[in-house]
């Protein structure tokens, strides 16, 4: 079936990286854009960026630039986001998504908790 | 960045009443292709988002007919015609007209 199956928890201290995958399944995995959306503790959604499957091309909110690097692996369907320079407020429950008219697909989630 | 701001922040209601959330941008979500992109998501306790509807008024296959999206410029609507125990949980809007992408704040929904 269609899904997204993402990467386990992680913890890290502050000022290391981070890269959580996500791996389609049960689709075509270049024909829908992939966003990343994270959720800090008992707070509401945040959009990070999206990447083009296809051709690799990635934007990224404002926020993030610098810090996320988003790529994406078609051998394996996957998509890969990355990010540097973590600090606690980094620390969140980080979702890959893909939205058509045909559906939203989520993954389940990956808890990354920036600690020292 | 387009800012969405929802109303109320929490809703308790009684199983089988209407349930009504509003959600406003800060600019017109009108694409210039003709499009508006508001979506709106359910997100259950302990469970990823999930969307009920997008571009406004379109619900997502699965999605039961007591939800209902509508609005138009500024100013949308989700409504659950009667509110059932499964639809406990946080809603969020989310706009995809403008870079970057944003979401509401959402509304807790709660049975009484």
């Known amino acids: 079936q269609v899904q997204l199956v993402q990467s386990g928890a992680e913890v890290k201290k502050p000022g290391a990286s981070v890269k959580v995958s996500c791996k389609a399944s049960g689709y075509t995995f270049t024909s829908y854009y992939m966003h990343w959306v994270r959720q800090a503790p008992g707070q509401g959604l945040e959009w990070m960026g999206i990447?083009?499957?296809?051709?690799?091309?990635?934007s990224y909110a404002q926020k993030f630039q610098g810090r996320v690097t988003m790529t994406r692996d078609t051998s394996t369907s996957t998509v890969y986001m990355e990010l540097s320079s973590l600090r606690s407020e980094d620390t969140a429950v980080y979702y890959c998504?893909?939205?058509?008219?045909?559906?939203?697909?989520w993954g389940q989630g990956t808890m990354v908790t920036v600690s020292s | 960045d387009v800012v969405m701001t929802q109303s109320p922040l929490s809703l308790p209601v009684t199983l089988g009443q209407p349930a009504s959330i509003s959600c406003r941008s800060s600019?017109?979500?009108?694409?210039?292709?003709?499009?508006?992109?508001l979506n709106w998501f359910q997100q259950r306790p302990g469970q990823s988002p999930r969307r009920l509807i997008y571009?406004?008024?379109n619900r997502d296959s699965g999605v039961p007919d007591r939800f209902s999206g509508s609005g138009s410029g500024t100013d949308f609507t989700l409504k659950i015609s009667r509110v059932e125990a499964e639809d406990v949980g946080v809603y969020y809007c989310?706009?995809?007209?403008?870079?970057?992408?944003?979401f509401g704040g959402g509304t807790k929904v709660e049975i009484k």
């Open positions: 600019q017109s979500l009108v694409h210039s292709d003709g499009n508006t992109y």
């Open positions: 571009k406004v008024s």
């Open positions: 989310m706009q995809g007209t403008h870079w970057p992408l944003t």
């Open positions: 990447i083009n499957p296809s051709g690799g091309s990635t």
């Open positions: 998504a893909t939205h058509s008219s045909s559906g939203s697909i």
